[in-house]
């Protein structure tokens, strides 16, 4: 058992152990770039054989950085965001940095108060979902000179450098594809829109894709719940409860087609033959569904991956290099989403 009364393990102790100077350890934690790989492996060991924790609250009232970066997500409760926060945190450990995670649950104001807590933590940069955030926010970073990117959204337009993809275009590209296969009665079911520009976004590109086509989602098949399967099968279980039914229905994203697929099934209705169901994002597991699930992908690897590196750029460049990066969103067809069978009866014509 370990002896509470024992020093603390400094940095002079943790150079000595690693038989360098206490400057190289410093700048092993600081700018580990400037390290060979086998000094940054004997600093490693030492520093786990002493159980060295740095002081980083004494660093910061120094100026040094605090090697954390603030990323602030909507939820953390489906998957919606898993692989987003997985390769970002991967990637901005290359540059020496650990990431603070927070969610807001969908709250702009919530989003703003972690904002404010993170700069309390001396963050060295805020990575945000999005481009949908109140005023308060953006002042609050500009105030502060505070490093700050947006994600998962790209806009050449955006007040901020953003890396991500155009949810408008991913709309468009799932709308065309259901017009393309003759769907006339189509719904949708989609999360809520208020703060959530991704999904207004999407529901926008969905319903002008369907306009120009003459085709319009009535206003009773437009279902809006929270992100969750047991939702999103509540919703579509309202959705088929007549005899009158939608030939495909249109989700906001993955996890909400699950919920769909999943009712579908549980009442013996067929997929594509009867409903097709399509989705957005492309999630670990949509392809192995059964049938698997037609969607479009958004590289949430790539997004994160990147944003690590253009955020980490920013907080270490003094010349603030350009950050911004888009990656197009690509149709992925699978087999949920078909063409309507003919003759179809008992739908809604228009």
Same mark, same amino acid.
């Given at each position: 058992?370990?002896?509470?009364?024992?020093?603390?393990?400094?940095?002079?102790?943790?150079?000595?152990?690693?038989?360098?100077?206490?400057?190289?350890?410093?700048?092993?934690?600081?700018?580990?770039?400037?390290?060979?790989? $086998?000094?940054?492996? @004997?600093?490693? &060991? *030492? %520093?786990?054989?002493?159980?060295?924790?740095?002081? +980083? !609250?004494? /660093?910061?009232?120094?100026?040094?950085?605090?090697?954390?970066?603030?990323?602030?997500?909507?939820?953390?409760?489906?998957?919606?965001?898993?692989?987003?926060?997985?390769?970002?945190?991967?990637?901005?450990?290359?540059?020496?940095?650990?990431?603070?995670?927070?969610?807001?649950?969908?709250?702009?104001?919530?989003?703003?108060?972690?904002?404010?807590?993170?700069?309390?933590?001396?963050?060295?940069?805020?990575?945000?979902?999005?481009?949908?955030?109140?005023?308060?926010?953006?002042?609050?970073?500009?105030?502060?000179?505070?490093?700050?990117?947006?994600?998962?959204?790209?806009?050449?337009?955006?007040?901020?450098?953003?890396?991500?993809?155009?949810?408008?275009?991913?709309?468009?590209?799932?709308?065309?594809?259901?017009? $393309?296969?003759?769907? @006339?009665?189509? &719904? *949708? %079911?989609?999360?809520?829109?208020?703060?959530?520009? +991704? !999904?207004? /976004?999407?529901?926008?590109?969905?319903?002008?894709?369907?306009?120009?086509?003459?085709?319009?989602?009535?206003?009773?098949?437009?279902?809006?719940?929270?992100?969750?399967?047991?939702?999103?099968?509540?919703?579509?279980?309202?959705?088929?409860?007549?005899?009158?039914?939608?030939?495909?229905?249109?989700?906001?994203?993955?996890?909400?087609?699950?919920?769909?697929?999943?009712?579908?099934?549980?009442?013996?209705?067929?997929?594509?033959?009867?409903?097709?169901?399509?989705?957005?994002?492309?999630?670990?597991?949509?392809?192995?569904?059964?049938?698997?699930?037609?969607?479009?992908?958004?590289?949430?690897?790539?997004?994160?991956?990147?944003?690590?590196?253009?955020?980490?750029?920013?907080?270490?460049?003094?010349?603030?290099?350009?950050?911004?990066?888009?990656?197009?969103?690509?149709?992925?067809?699978?087999?949920?989403?078909?063409?309507?069978?003919?003759?179809?009866?008992?739908?809604?014509?228009?």
């Amino acid at each position: 058992m370990a002896d509470k009364n024992a020093k603390k393990a400094d940095i002079i102790s943790v150079a000595k152990a690693a038989k360098v100077s206490a400057s190289t350890v410093s700048r092993n934690f600081n700018h580990p770039d400037l390290v060979k790989a $086998s000094t940054r492996k @004997r600093i490693d &060991a *030492a %520093v786990r054989r002493l159980g060295y924790i740095r002081n +980083r !609250a004494a /660093q910061t009232i120094h100026g040094i950085r605090s090697g954390t970066v603030g990323l602030i997500v909507p939820t953390v409760d489906q998957a919606i965001f898993a692989e987003l926060i997985e390769s970002f945190s991967e990637a901005i450990e290359e540059f020496g940095f650990t990431i603070l995670l927070a969610s807001h649950g969908y709250s702009l104001d919530r989003e703003y108060a972690l904002t404010r807590k993170m700069l309390e933590h001396r963050v060295d940069g805020i990575a945000l979902i999005g481009m949908d955030h109140a005023d308060d926010t953006y002042e609050l970073l500009a105030q502060q000179g505070m490093p700050a990117l947006l994600l998962w959204n790209y806009a050449e337009s955006a007040p901020l450098p953003c890396v991500g993809s155009d949810n408008y275009t991913a709309g468009c590209l799932i709308g065309k594809h259901v017009v $393309s296969l003759g769907h @006339r009665s189509v &719904a *949708a %079911v989609f999360p809520p829109m208020a703060g959530n520009d +991704r !999904a207004s /976004q999407r529901f926008a590109a969905v319903t002008d894709a369907l306009a120009s086509a003459g085709r319009d989602i009535p206003e009773d098949w437009r279902m809006e719940t929270p992100y969750s399967v047991a939702a999103a099968k509540a919703a579509t279980e309202k959705l088929i409860a007549s005899a009158n039914r939608p030939t495909a229905i249109i989700c906001g994203n993955d996890v909400l087609a699950w919920g769909a697929l999943h009712a579908l099934v549980r009442h013996g209705i067929g997929v594509p033959g009867e409903i097709s169901v399509t989705g957005i994002g492309d999630f670990n597991g949509s392809r192995e569904f059964e049938p698997g699930l037609t969607t479009v992908r958004i590289p949430a690897r790539a997004i994160g991956s990147k944003a690590a590196k253009s955020i980490a750029g920013i907080i270490i460049s003094d010349e603030r290099p350009q950050a911004s990066a888009h990656f197009p969103p690509e149709l992925i067809v699978r087999a949920t989403c078909g063409p309507v069978p003919d003759p179809w009866p008992g739908r809604r014509q228009e």
